[in-house]
């Protein structure tokens, strides 16, 4: 039976398995809404289909190099990936998805803001 300061130590070093775990989910949300089978993500990752399995289960995590796969192939965010934060809207995609027509209103509402915040 593991004592309280083991599981407390357990604890502060981080859970390697739960973080497999987050990881896992994240990846499997990613690929569904891909529309991707696991098939098709251990090529694109070039694992087999077991392993691949095995990662959204959380048993095993990715390397650096198939993280930098996912990143590329798949057009994922790594930091949230890893942490489950992810990155804030970058100035550049605002303005891509923004209709031609209103982009001159969107320059303002941007000028505005950082007026605000000086």
Request: aromatic letters at 6%.
């Amino acid at each position: 039976m593991e004592s309280e300061i083991e599981k407390r130590k357990a604890h502060d070093r981080g859970n390697p398995n739960m973080l497999y775990v987050e990881i896992g989910k994240r990846l499997r949300i990613a690929r569904i809404e891909l529309n991707y089978t696991q098939e098709q993500m251990a090529e694109i990752l070039g694992i087999s289909t077991a392993y691949y399995g095995k990662v959204e289960r959380g048993v095993y995590g990715l390397s650096l190099e198939k993280l930098v796969i996912v990143n590329e192939k798949l057009d994922m965010d790594i930091n949230y990936l890893l942490t489950g934060i992810g990155r804030g809207l970058s100035m550049d995609e605002v303005m891509r998805e923004c209709p031609r027509e209103k982009r001159h209103d969107m320059e303002h509402l941007i000028k505005y803001a950082v007026n605000l915040v000086k």
